[in-house]
């Protein structure tokens, strides 16, 4: 496989829409290491395959607790309240402050195709709610207000 590379705001395909994986082969599980890889090299906590423009709901989390693969993920529940700053590997040198839920839980199948659910709070469901926000083409910055966000915009492209 290709090295992949991150892709950075404002590259297009970052705002596209993933689409759910129907088969799972060697070819996504190849690419789930090397999105995790990738992460660890730039020292993130999460990935989606659309930051490395590939446009299919799979995910990498590491929080420190081990690296969780993540295949269409699906939130099934949310509780609570959480704000806190967030970066971003495709936004660099941005951070927002962002609203999630405290707890979501969630159905994924993992890479031998086995559908399991997860629940999350504080930081995993934080990063779980970022990175499932790559897969529906939101970033960070759409979070803030229309004028911050045109600056950000104007600095980057
Ligand atoms: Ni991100």
Known sequence: MNHLIIKKFPNSCLRKKAEKVKKISYAEKELLSEMAKIMY???????????????????VIDIGQGLIKLINPEIISREGKQTSEEGCLSVPGTVVKVKRAEKVNLN?????????????????????QH???HLSGKLIIDYLNPIKKLLIKRKKS
């Open 41 to 59: 090299l730039n020292e993130g906590v999460g990935l989606a395959a659309t930051q490395v423009g590939i446009n299919f709901q799979l995910v």
């Open 108 to 128: 994924f199948l993992d890479e031998n195709g086995n559908a399991s659910r997860l629940r999350t709070e504080g930081l995993l469901a934080r990063v779980v």
């Open 131 to 133: 990175e499932m926000d």
